[in-house]
């Protein structure tokens, strides 16, 4: 039976091995809306603004909670080893037989107090509770701004591995352009239709090309890793792209629609500026409370006994009840309080000249990225037309070539241009599209925000 047993906890640990080892070495395809939900999902800063909220809350609980009665009770057992003792006048001594003092109470004393306090009237607590509301909206802003930022990093690793990997296609179509090239004229110097000159041309953009495949192919790996460690996924794992420049191409913002005005309203710093100024004017709020009076109503009730001895079903138990109220009225607290609200003040005013400046930098921020994206859309449709220009170009130097009435050098020439094109084109796309993400953030936008 134990031997059953092993054998059946073996293929089991074996058929967990291989799960785990099939989840690591499978590859993951990717796209840009699979790779923000990973992101947001394994992002360790945003579950930790994500638990803040939930401590935040807790502590509006916790504010709350001190609008209801507070009860104790409270069991005491006083061995009175010394009893006290009361002081009797001469006059009474004498009739006690020239006894000064007398013993009080008993050597055991048993006592077991409920008693209870309920606020009626706090400022102070009243507005500690509307404080707590700010700063769950402050954490919850929080919150959305690593949101924003986290996506921001995302869209830039993975539009950088898109711009990576369509340049390294142009470059491989070059370098496949060229081989070719150098494989017709290798053919035809070996006839003896072209010189040897044109052959050592050929041989030589071949090589050129090398090195700068060597480079982009790096640049790939660069960015798989970047977008790896961004994602917060093992450095093993295999990564499909589903997607490239040109998927993005449909989704270039209508800059005609842009409120520049209007733009900044949803600015996660900004807003976490405005609740950091609500915060202080809370707080200076609640230091003026602290001059209000306080009334609270407060009870007890004492059930209690004493005797000389243990005898505990001959003990004599007596209750005891109160009833009273509480008012406290501020005085006089060597000014600390008004100086305490002058300094907030004082940070209040700091706060609304900051949020000012954030205002104007931002406002820049925004005409830049905008000025960047209108540059890059001009760009980008310059660019397809080049593109186009240079396939033909490239096609009518290649026949010109082979009949002859061209040269090598106006071969590799229109080559060039037509790599450079390619180039271009997949570098304005990628510059409008890091534009846009720019723009985004600044104006505080996230996938939900884009998609009302």
């Given amino acids: 039976m134990k031997r059953k047993l092993l054998k059946l906890a073996f293929v089991g640990f074996c058929f967990a091995s291989f799960s785990v080892t099939g989840q690591d070495t499978a590859t993951l395809n990717l796209d840009l809306s699979t790779a923000l939900k990973i992101a947001h999902d394994n992002n360790p800063t945003i579950k930790i603004a994500q638990m803040e909220i939930k401590r935040v809350d807790y502590s509006r609980k916790e504010a709350i909670g001190g609008l209801l009665p507070s009860l104790n009770a409270v069991g005491q057992y006083t061995d009175n080893v010394m009893k006290q003792v009361m002081f009797m006048p001469e006059s009474f001594s004498a009739l006690m037989g020239g006894q000064k003092y007398m013993e009080m109470g008993y050597k055991n004393s048993y006592a077991a107090s409920l008693s209870a306090q309920l606020p009626l009237v706090n400022f102070t607590l009243w507005q500690t509770i509307k404080n707590k509301q700010n700063d769950i909206d402050l954490v919850i802003e929080k919150a959305r701004s690593s949101s924003i930022e986290m996506t921001k990093q995302v869209k830039d690793a993975y539009f950088t591995l898109l711009l990576a990997q369509s340049s390294l296609k142009v470059i491989e179509q070059s370098y496949f352009n060229a081989l070719e090239t150098l494989k017709n004229i290798e053919n035809s110097y070996k006839q003896g239709v072209v010189s040897e000159y044109d052959y050592i041309r050929a041989q030589v953009n071949v090589n050129n090309i090398n090195p700068t495949l060597i480079n982009a192919r790096n640049g790939v790996e660069l960015a798989f890793m970047q977008l790896r460690m961004v994602l917060s996924l093992s450095a093993d794992q295999k990564i499909e792209i589903t997607e490239n420049l040109e998927s993005f191409d449909h989704s ?152 002859g009435s061209g040269t090598i050098l106006e071969l590799n020439d229109s080559e060039l241009s037509l790599t450079q094109s390619a180039l271009n084109y997949q570098q304005s796309l990628y510059n409008y599209l890091s534009a846009q993400a720019t723009l985004e953030e600044v104006m505080g936008l996230n996938e939900k925000n884009k998609a009302e």
Avoid: C
């Avoid at 109503?297 to 005898?311: K, L, N, R, V």
């Avoid at 949020?355 to 104007?360: M, N, T």
């Fill in 252 to 403: 270039l913002t209508n800059l005609d629609k842009i409120d520049e005005d209007a733009s900044l309203e949803q600015n996660s710093d900004l807003r976490v500026l405005d609740y950091n100024i609500i915060g202080l004017k809370n707080q200076l709020k609640l230091i003026n409370t602290q001059h209000l009076p306080m009334l609270s109503i407060s009870g007890s009730y004492i059930y209690q006994t004493q005797a000389e001895d243990f005898h505990f079903k001959d003990y004599n138990w007596v209750g005891s009840a109160s009833l009273g109220l509480q008012l406290t009225i501020p005085l006089f607290s060597g000014m600390t309080k008004v100086n305490q609200a002058k300094q907030v003040e004082m940070s209040i005013k700091g706060l609304e000249m900051q949020r000012e400046y954030a205002k104007e930098g931002l406002a820049l921020q925004i005409r830049s990225a905008i000025n960047s994206m209108k540059a890059a859309k001009e760009q980008l449709d310059a660019n397809k037309d080049a593109i186009k220009q240079a396939e033909r170009g490239y096609e009518i130097a290649k026949v010109r070539y082979q009949v």
